[in-house]
């Protein structure tokens, strides 16, 4: 059974960091690239943060470059996605994403919420 978990999300204030955690189960992690989503209320999913499938290349949402890290760690099945500089609107939900070609799987979401 294929489950992606993420935790780390709560309140912070505004330039404060977060790190999400995203735990991968029940396919082959190390074959996937892995990406971040959100969504905050009344707007569109946007892609946050991609990472391929070994790791050796990401790319970034423009908005957070400077500010985001996503990271991945294969032996332990899990990807992450270090937020620093925290801004009101990061404010959202925050989805991890496993791809490969048209498989997608999707985690529950954990929120992120940023006061000013």
């Known amino acids: 059974q294929v489950q992606l978990v993420e935790s780390g999300g709560g309140l912070v204030q505004s330039g404060g960091s977060l790190r999400l955690s995203c735990a991968a189960s029940?396919?082959?992690?190390?074959?996937?690239?892995m990406s971040w989503y959100r969504q905050a209320p009344g707007k569109e999913r946007e892609l946050v943060a991609f990472?391929?499938?070994?790791?050796?290349?990401?790319n970034y949402l423009d908005s957070v470059k400077g500010r985001f890290t996503i990271s991945r760690d294969n032996a332990k099945n899990t990807v992450y996605l270090r937020m620093n500089s925290l801004k009101p609107e990061d404010t959202a939900v925050y989805y991890c994403?496993?791809?490969?070609?048209?498989?997608?799987?999707w985690g529950q979401g954990t929120q992120v919420t940023v006061s000013s």
């Open positions: 994403v496993a791809v490969f070609y048209s498989n997608n799987f």
């Open positions: 990472i391929t499938s070994a790791g050796d290349s990401t």
């Open positions: 029940g396919f082959t992690f190390s074959r996937y690239a």
